[in-house]
């Protein structure tokens, strides 16, 4: 995969309760922003971007 080409690509995921239904519909974005950075989103079933829960060290 070229590294330019990975704004294109949209995956899209499923999250399952813990009786194994589906609880989301999700799907991944990356863009760039106007500096050249990657900025990554998580988006629901609406398009929506949700939060990204921040990463804990040391959990």
């Known amino acids: ?3 330019a080409q990975i704004t294109s690509l949209k995956p ?3 999250t399952f309760d ?3 239904d589906i609880r989301d ?6 863009d ?3 500096h050249g950075r990657y ?3 998580i988006l629901d079933e ?3 971007a949700l939060a990204i ?3 804990v060290s040391g959990a």
């Open 53 to 55: 829960p921040a990463l």
């Open 1 to 3: 995969l070229d590294e």
């Open 46 to 48: 609406a398009n929506e």
């Open 12 to 14: 899209r995921i499923v």
């Open 25 to 30: 519909r999700l799907s991944y974005s990356v």
């Open 39 to 41: 900025s990554f989103s």
């Open 32 to 34: 760039l922003d106007a």
């Open 18 to 20: 813990q009786d194994n």
